[in-house]
């Protein structure tokens, strides 16, 4: 996250056509709720591969023959 | 990064949330930063609803190829995963933390998969040679002009996109 950014955000309209799609479920945080840091409750050893996690394997290429 | 920079609006693919939850022991994941980031600004989250799903076959992986510390491997009996009753409770242990992360962040909007979306994303499987839920998550996130994309897979390197932000961590 350390290259630069410009800043960019939804207009109000494109924001307000995702909020009307059916289906669409917005949730807003406690207010009362403080901390900006989320501590895991399932613990891990070392890190995980997410791709193993997701079972995205790597087929870029076709296998040959 | 810029404290002036307010973070607004920002697609979280699966990888990414995957990452946050269980990418670390300490929770001190790239991922992890990016979402106090994100909570710090006050930002708004966009993740498809094909994330749950996911997630869930991530939860099952975790704890059938051993990827859990001994300690939560132990006191969830995850050995015994042939028993209904501790898969059970493994996958409600998943979906209680799947919730108190979405509950996490300032606000969330969890957009549904329809027929427009599996043809757009069609599209970016042949564009970039993405796995179809790798494309549906790219065209879910296109289609409302989400400016930003986080994810924490290298395949999104393949995007021409400089919308698209893989949040790695250190070596």
Redesign the interface.
């Known amino acids: 996250m350390a290259k630069e950014r410009v800043i960019k955000q939804l207009t109000d309209e494109q924001r307000q056509e995702i909020l009307r799609t059916p289906g669409v479920v917005v949730r807003k945080r406690d207010p009362l709720k403080k901390g900006s840091e989320f501590v895991p409750a399932i613990h891990v050893d070392r890190p995980v591969p997410v791709r193993e996690l997701l079972g995205r394997d790597d087929d870029f290429e076709c296998e040959s023959e | 990064?810029s404290s002036a920079?307010?973070l607004?609006?920002v697609y979280l693919d699966?990888?990414f949330v995957?990452?946050?939850?269980?990418?670390?022991?300490s929770?001190e994941?790239?991922s992890?930063?990016?979402?106090?980031?994100l909570?710090?600004s006050g930002g708004t989250a966009?993740f498809s609803?094909i994330l749950r799903v996911?997630y869930f076959?991530?939860l099952r992986?975790?704890a059938t190829?051993g990827?859990?510390?001994?300690?939560?491997l132990d006191s969830f009996s995850l050995q015994r995963w042939n028993e209904a009753e501790v898969r059970r409770r493994w996958l409600r242990?998943?979906h209680?933390?799947l919730d108190?992360?979405?509950?996490?962040?300032?606000?969330?909007?969890?957009?549904?998969l329809n027929r427009q979306i599996i043809e757009e994303s069609v599209d970016l499987m042949a564009t970039y040679?993405l796995?179809s839920?790798?494309a549906v998550h790219l065209a879910t996130a296109l289609h409302?002009?989400?400016?930003?994309v986080w994810t924490?897979?290298d395949?999104f390197e393949?995007v021409d996109d400089p919308?698209v932000?893989i949040?790695r961590?250190a070596d």
Do not use: W
């Not at chain 2, 108190?100 to 549904?112: A, D, G, K």
């Not at chain 2, 409302?144 to 930003?148: A, D, R």
């Open positions: 990064m920079f307010r607004s609006d699966t990888a995957v990452n946050a939850l269980f990418g670390h022991e929770g994941s790239a992890a930063r990016g979402l106090a980031e909570v710090s966009y609803e996911e076959q991530a992986r975790l190829r990827r859990v510390s001994t300690s939560t242990l998943g209680k933390e108190r992360f979405i509950s996490h962040l300032p606000e969330s909007v969890e957009i549904p040679a796995g839920l790798d409302y002009q989400i400016p930003f924490c897979d395949h393949r919308f932000e949040i961590d």
